[in-house]
């Protein structure tokens, strides 16, 4: 079975200070993983995928297929960075979340 | 394209009453997705469309649940009777499946608020 697992619901961190948001997934076969982003209030948005291997926002996140860790990092946080954050898998056309971290990022 | 649109934003009404929450997905986009997002438990699915058919509905919580989706640009979230303890965001998404590039597409949200 496909899962998601988030092991932080909150993080707080002081601002300049790097940030890593741990997820761990199962999945049998070679997954798609994905980091979602929710600002106060807002709709969820893509923040990035690993395909495209990108940095966003000063944020990374490697997929680690021997620890099947796909963890979101950042090496000098911003009070702007403070949101709701979702890791997700796909498997076809169906999405599966983690349940959120909430990343608090202190001024 | 205005992206995934929810209606109402916020929804309050008393226990008991029937709430229906509404989403037209992006043109083009095959399939849609039900969520329900509270502190407690984040962000839970609760039912998925492809092609305007249900395909898994084992997200929906009970019996008083009920989705449906009669064409390609348009699907509701029915509650009936509701209840104090579905009081949560709601969110709808639908998904591009471009080949080599996938995303899920979120709505706002509809806040709802059972008294």
């Known amino acids: 079975a496909q899962r998601v697992t988030q092991p932080e619901k909150l993080l707080s961190v002081f601002k300049g200070a790097p940030v890593e948001l741990k997820c761990n997934y199962s999945?049998?076969?070679?997954?798609?993983l994905f980091w979602y982003v929710q600002y106060s209030r807002q709709r969820l948005q893509l923040l990035l995928r690993?395909?495209s291997r990108e940095s966003i926002k000063g944020f990374t996140a490697d997929l680690n297929k021997g620890e099947t860790s796909f963890h979101l990092k950042k090496p000098f946080a911003q009070e702007e960075d403070s949101a709701m954050y979702y890791c997700a898998l796909i498997r076809g056309n169906q999405f599966y979340f983690g349940t959120g971290t909430s990343l608090t990022v202190i001024p | 394209d205005a992206g995934v649109i929810q209606s109402p934003r916020h929804e309050v009404t008393e226990m008991g009453q029937e709430v229906t929450l509404r989403c037209k997905p992006i043109?083009?986009?095959?399939?849609l997705f039900w969520y329900r997002q509270t502190m407690m438990r984040g962000l839970e699915l609760l039912i998925y469309f492809n092609n305007n058919v249900p395909i898994d509905d084992s997200g929906m919580p009970e019996d008083r649940f009920s989705a449906k989706m009669p064409n390609a640009s348009f699907s509701t979230l029915k509650i009936q009777p509701s209840e104090p303890r579905d009081s949560a965001v709601y969110f709808c998404?639908?998904?591009?499946?471009?080949?080599?590039?996938?995303?899920?597409?979120f709505g706002q949200g509809t806040r709802l608020t059972v008294v």
């Open positions: 999945y049998s076969g070679s997954p798609e």
């Open positions: 998404a639908s998904i591009t499946g471009r080949q080599g590039y996938t995303e899920a597409f």
């Open positions: 043109s083009g986009h095959n399939s």
């Open positions: 690993h395909i």
